[in-house]
């Protein structure tokens, strides 16, 4: 194993690299606030400017961290979530940067950011399926989007954890699955920051900690960034595969609810009055998959809340051939998808 460095040589070689993400949009100017009865209570409300003028507003932060001379910057999808929002990295006080999101990828939880610089302070990427359990680590990022550069300490204490996280500022739930799982604190500004190990290179990306929990945190490992990474450089977005359908995935409660002679895969099914929940010309629709179907394998895997068809279709290419074992009218047949480039 490689030389292991002091807490102190691991903040002085990757703090210079971990950067503050400011979120803000152009929202109305509030002019001031008044008192609102409402159910027998006043409730203080915002005045908004009636000109309409707008002021950028600063609306969320987190962290990241650069992984390339040129300005390439990782971190959580969570982080950057807003489609409609401005970005700006802080490297240092007097150093700031418009930044362009070049890739989401809200099943894994990473983002592909850039800045327009050159020289810049860079992480190296370890190889996160070599982790071990109880490898010491330290977490880095601007803890609760104030304290900058703060770091803290713990062990590997969990592989392959699989989690519901609920994001503070646009509260979209995910599910998160393959996590590690750390006692170094995570706090939210710490979102998008690094995970490194003891060689101060990048073993995960924070993502999340359990509300009213002591010393349980979660990154993501890098090696799902690096595919993204390469993606993005190669083809300028993330390659993402497509199947062309609309389903839900089974849980035990939903099939008892609703009769289902199976408890886990994904059941093939329209929106409330919606359009075919199997897409037109999808690879879907030319395999021969209809609506009621319950897809149950893909690949050999099985589906289940823990391993949702999106997250099996990931770990494929475009043009694949992928077996689908489809249960049918309470009969198991088998189906064959040529996966196509999402658009």
Known sequence: MSKQLSIIKIAKKTCPAVITIVVSKDLPKIEGFYMFPFGGKDYMMPKMDQIG??????IGGGS?????????????????????????II???????????LARNPINDVAVLKIDAKDLPYLELA???????????????????????????????????????????????????????????INPGNS????????????????????????????????Y??????????????????LGVKYVIISKEMAKVNKLPVDDG??????????SPVIKDSPAEKAGVKEFDIILEC????????????????????????????????????LEAVLKEKE
């Open 91 to 101: 490297l240092e006080p007097k150093k700031k940067y418009p930044a362009k999101v």
């Open 64 to 88: 990241g961290f650069i992984i390339s001379k040129d300005g390439y910057i990782l971190t959580s999808n969570h982080v950057v979530s807003e489609i409609t929002a401005d970005y700006t």
């Open 127 to 185: 190889d996160s399926n070599k982790i071990e359990l109880g490898e010491e680590v330290v977490a880095i990022g601007n803890a609760l989007g104030e304290f900058h550069d703060t770091l803290s300490a713990g062990i590997v204490s969990g592989l392959s954890r699989y989690i519901t996280a609920v994001h503070g500022l646009s509260q979209q739930t995910e599910n998160l699955r393959g996590l590690i799982q750390t006692d170094a604190a």
């Open 53 to 58: 003028d707008n002021e950028k507003t600063q």
């Open 299 to 334: 690949q050999e895997e099985k589906i289940t809340l823990k391993n949702p068809l999106a997250n099996i279709l990931q770990k494929h290419k475009i043009g694949e051939k992928i077996p689908l074992k489809v249960l049918r009218e309470g009969k198991e047949i088998m």
């Open 266 to 275: 994904a059941l093939v099914v329209r929106e409330t009055l919606g359009e």
């Open 192 to 223: 998008g920051g690094p995970l490194v190990n003891r060689q101060a290179k990048v073993i995960g990306i924070n993502t999340a900690m359990i509300m009213g929990a002591q010393n349980i945190g979660f990154a993501i490992p890098i090696n």
């Open 225 to 242: 960034a690096k595919k993204d990474f390469e993606e993005v450089k190669k083809y300028g977005k993330i390659i993402v595969p497509f």
